[in-house]
């Protein structure tokens, strides 16, 4: 509970006279009170008093209920001015969560765990879908086929060392085959 505590009154403090937030909703003052109802239903419940932990949980609820109603109204004012939205979340006392960005996977081919194997890995064609693995060591004149793969990666063995090795692979789902894609090569280690 301490930790709730405290970042409910980091919140009230650095929001307490800030001109970003002229009217908070909920009143800090309602928040204050909460944190103080909870601070003493939490001694009363350290003290084993009958009771007092039901009470206590009621009044976490509370307070938790209160700071999310908070954060929606950080949120909406951040969101009217959008060129200083981070400072404006960051001035009430919360930090500012990072958009995670995930990049597409692409056919990619990295050196395995042992020698002489490569790892080969490409974006899903479908929910379901099977996968056919060729490479080629002689710049792509003949191709030699790996085992086919029911997901998007596969690891290819007993490679020669030293050499530039090229893969491709194409995918079969239920309305057909793709084609092969274009090839990428590795130096195999």
């Not at 084993?48 to 206590?56: E, F, L, Y």
């Not at 002489?116 to 479908?126: C, D, G, H, K, Y």
């Not at 710049?139 to 086919?148: D, I, Q």
């Not at 029911?150 to 789902?173: D, Y």
């Amino acid at each position: 509970m301490p930790a709730l505590i405290t970042y409910a009154m980091r919140i009230v403090t650095a929001m307490t006279g800030n001109p970003a937030f002229p009217t908070p909703l909920p009143a800090l003052a309602a928040v204050t009170a909460a944190v103080i109802s909870l601070q003493t239903a939490e001694q009363s419940a350290l003290a084993r008093t009958k009771g007092a932990v039901a009470t206590r949980n009621e009044q976490r609820t509370a307070l938790v209920s209160l700071l999310q109603h908070l954060k929606a109204y950080i949120q909406v004012t951040a969101d009217a001015n959008p060129e200083n939205a981070a400072s404006i979340i960051e001035s009430a006392g919360v930090a500012v969560r990072k958009a995670t960005v995930r990049k597409p996977r692409v056919f990619s081919a990295k050196p395995g765990a042992n020698s002489r194997t490569v790892e080969l890995v490409t974006a899903s064609a479908a929910r379901r879908a099977s996968y056919e693995w060729q490479y080629s060591s002689d710049g792509g004149k003949t191709w030699v086929s790996a085992a086919s793969t029911l997901q998007a990666k596969t690891t290819v063995t007993g490679l020669t060392a030293g050499t530039t090795v090229e893969f491709r692979f194409k995918s079969v789902v239920k309305t057909g085959e793709s084609d092969w894609s274009p090839p990428v090569s590795i130096l195999v280690k």
